[in-house]
């Protein structure tokens, strides 16, 4: 007999990204509370949130400063509109994000001058995908209104995942997911992503260590990225922008990119006068290490795009933060037509940016600071390599506290399985009957623990992926 909850959930919801059909034949795992790395079923049962709740949670849930931070908020108000009217907590937490995306030592010493454009100004949104599509109206907007083109197009990186309204589908570069939706999408040109794992000019034979580490190349994914902007430039339509997820490319399967590539083509697209659109959805508020992906490339982009961790997973909330020289072009008097015709009924949500202000603080100044992360870190790696043992694990990629196990059905040959295996959701089915829930990406398993999770929490996390990879294996 199924818990009723469970029942409800069957009878009334269409779950995201999900086969229904499949849904509705197995009893759901329904989340009844949580509290700090661990959450709690329907039937009291426990389990590490190996995936911090799809890549948003960073602090632990019910974290005492972060409902400390809602409860006083819900003490004064909840939400009034941003159309018209400023909240307390939405400007104090734009001044915050302003100040913590432009860090010293990315614009020099004292006046020193520098390619690096400053992020002046924050635009509120409501998820990732809203978050993108707001850069990318404003980034269209922009070239128009400075000449760069009459139509102007974007570049984005293959594989790339921005979100799923339609703007943000039609600069992601996911076949998957967005072949369906094809004759409603906008064309975007795209260049190959630095993918060394399974790169055409990476001539290093399989190792037992991350492939982007022992990669022989040229740098070829760099020279393509040049030839497509020549192309462009030669075509008379150089980009409005391109669009990028920092270090690491998460729905690709938790691609790292070689250190020094976002560097590369970033100086590239600079020298070109093509913005930097720069997608940190998963990346930002330390995942990889620093504050920002980007700023540990040394890169400053133009457009700075936050949702997931901005809230320390607690509310949808989202901001797009830009440069003056893109806020400028928008300026005018009424009749101008300049306007940014564009914005939400949430926009500027005072409990999300309260919550946001307490997690920053969090990040900054307290237990989830940089040196917490960089403990994380250095428990993953560690732990990490005892899986290199089992034949089936091709690659294993990190950035920060951001993990992507491959299976491969044999590490030298490098050969994926068939999609009608399910490997991935079979190995995260027997992880999650072991008491630690994560979910896959294909065949690339994925951990991403909340920046509280204790290093048993984490030996945890890796004990029962390997347990559950030699169980698939064995099946
Ligand atoms: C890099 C990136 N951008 C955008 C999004 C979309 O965010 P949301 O699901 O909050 O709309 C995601 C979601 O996974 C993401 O990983």
């Not at 994914?221 to 998460?250: I, M, N, S, T």
């Amino acid at each position: 007999m199924m818990h009723p909850l469970a029942q409800k959930d069957i009878q009334h919801i269409w779950h995201p990204f999900t086969q229904m059909e499949e849904w509705c034949k197995e009893e759901p795992v329904v989340i009844t509370s949580g509290q700090g790395t661990m959450l709690r079923d329907q039937y009291g049962r426990s389990y590490l949130d190996a995936n911090a709740s799809i890549w948003t949670n960073l602090h632990g849930h019910r974290h005492p400063l972060l409902n400390q931070a809602i409860v006083r908020q819900l003490g004064k108000i909840s939400h009034s509109s941003a159309l018209g009217l400023a909240n307390e907590p939405a400007s104090l937490l734009a001044e915050a994000l302003i100040r913590a995306a432009n860090p010293s030592r990315l614009f020099g010493k004292r006046g020193a001058p520098c390619a690096n454009p400053k992020l002046k100004k924050v635009f509120y949104s409501d998820d990732g995908s809203t978050a993108l599509e707001t850069a990318l109206k404003m980034a269209y907007e922009h070239a128009r209104r400075s000449g760069v083109s009459g139509k102007p197009r974007f570049l984005s990186v293959k594989n790339g995942y921005h979100g799923d309204t339609v703007g943000a589908v039609s600069l992601g570069q996911v076949p998957l997911f967005h072949r369906a939706f094809g004759s409603l999408l906008f064309g975007t040109d795209k260049v190959m992503s630095p993918y060394c794992y399974r790169c055409p000019f990476n001539r290093a034979r399989p190792e037992r260590s991350e492939a982007r580490f022992s990669r022989r190349c040229q740098w070829e994914c760099v020279d393509g990225f040049e030839q497509k902007l020549e192309q462009a430039c030669k075509r008379g339509r150089p980009h409005a922008g391109w669009v990028v997820e920092p270090v690491v490319q998460g729905v690709a399967g938790m691609v790292v990119q070689p250190q020094g590539w976002l560097q590369r083509v970033a100086r590239l697209a600079r020298q070109a006068s093509i913005p930097l659109i720069a997608d940190e959805v998963m990346t930002g508020f330390g995942r990889t290490g620093p504050l920002f992906a980007s700023h540990g490339e040394g890169v400053q982009p133009d457009f700075l795009c936050v949702a997931k961790g901005m809230t320390g997973g607690y509310l949808p909330m989202a901001a797009t933060l830009v440069t003056d020289s893109i806020y400028q072009s928008f300026l005018g008097s009424h009749s101008s037509g300049k306007t940014f015709y564009h914005g939400h009924s949430y926009t500027g949500n005072q409990l999300g940016a309260s919550v946001s202000l307490a997690s920053l603080k969090l990040l900054q100044q307290g237990e989830s600071n940089r040196l917490r992360r960089k403990a994380i870190t250095r428990n993953l790696s560690a732990g990490l390599q005892s899986l290199w043992a089992i034949p089936q694990v091709g690659d294993i990629r990190q950035a920060g506290t951001v993990v992507g196990v491959e299976l491969v059905q044999n590490w030298q040959t490098r050969k994926p399985w068939d999609a009608s295996l399910r490997i991935g959701a079979r190995v995260c089915q027997v992880m999650a009957a072991r008491g630690v829930l994560t979910r896959p990406i294909g065949d690339v398993i994925v951990l991403m623990p909340p920046y509280c999770a204790t290093p048993d929490q984490i030996d945890t996390m890796i004990t029962v992926l390997q347990q559950a990879i030699v169980e698939v294996m064995a099946q």
